[in-house]
């Protein structure tokens, strides 16, 4: 055969590995975007609609229902983490587009707390940082590990800090936390770009295990995405 058509031919292999990568990526962002579109409808719809609103919050505080709604998510989160290996990939995708819509109603009260202009600025600032690191991440010939690593040690930090100033309530802790996160955020979605374009020539060639990488990928790019937002939205918010 001739080696012009020969997948021995390296620089044939190498356009196949790339286009596999490259539409694995694809997918992954398709799932990213389509879940952050459903966020962001159902939070604008829980957050301007009195008929909804309503539903979460009550005189005295949270429903019922706005507590089941605002801890569902991380129980979601666990479900995908902890039975990745049972679950099957439809059942997966439907688990996150379900986690997807309750976290946009959990996250309506952006639209009571925030002006309008300040959530549009936070979301235009972290549409501009996630582009540039995600696209960082994806061309960096730099192995990101070892700072993927440091990351998220710094998010277990944050996440220790969070904790511990809910109770102490001081402000300049607050701000700490949240520049920290920012950085910390963006790292990480330079670090978890480069995650993604390594598992695609394995996720590729396992149809079923790279339906289901491709959801936890999305999953993961996610929730930088939308931690960063309200980290930004926070900073804003402080002038």
């Known amino acids: ?25 694809a997918n992954v962002f398709a799932w990213m975007f389509g879940a952050l579109i459903i966020t962001a409808v159902v939070s604008y719809l829980f957050g301007t609609q009195v008929s909804l609103i309503r539903l979460l919050y009550g005189s005295s505080g949270f429903t019922p229902l706005g507590w089941i709604i605002t801890f569902a998510p991380f129980g979601l989160v666990l479900l995908m983490s902890l039975g990745y290996n049972k679950l099957s990939a439809t059942a997966l995708t439907i688990v996150f587009l379900i986690y997807s ?12 707390a925030f002006q309008m202009g300040t ?24 192995d990101l590990t070892r ?5 998220m040690m710094g998010l277990i930090g944050v996440v220790i800090a969070s904790v511990v100033n809910m109770f102490m ?7 700490v936390i949240c520049v920290v996160g920012v950085l910390v955020f963006t790292g990480l979605i330079a670090y978890d770009m480069q995650r993604i374009k390594q598992d695609g020539q394995y996720a590729m060639a396992n149809p079923e295990s ?15 995405f939308i931690n960063l937002f309200l980290l930004i939205l926070r900073l804003l918010n402080r002038r």
């Not at 959530?119 to 730099?142: E, N």
């Open 101 to 112: 819509a309750l976290m946009g109603a959990s996250l309506g009260f952006i639209f009571l």
């Open 119 to 142: 959530i549009f600025l936070a979301f235009a600032i972290t549409s501009s940082l996630f582009a540039v690191m995600a696209i960082a991440g994806y061309t960096t010939k730099i």
């Open 1 to 25: 055969m001739d080696s012009q058509y020969s997948n021995s031919d390296p620089q044939v292999f190498t356009r196949e590995n790339t286009g596999v990568k490259a539409g694995f990526v």
């Open 147 to 151: 700072f993927g690593n440091i990351m």
């Open 169 to 175: 309530h001081n402000d300049m802790m607050d701000l």
């Open 210 to 224: 790279g339906r289901k990488m491709a959801i936890m990928s999305a999953l993961r790019l996610y929730l930088n």
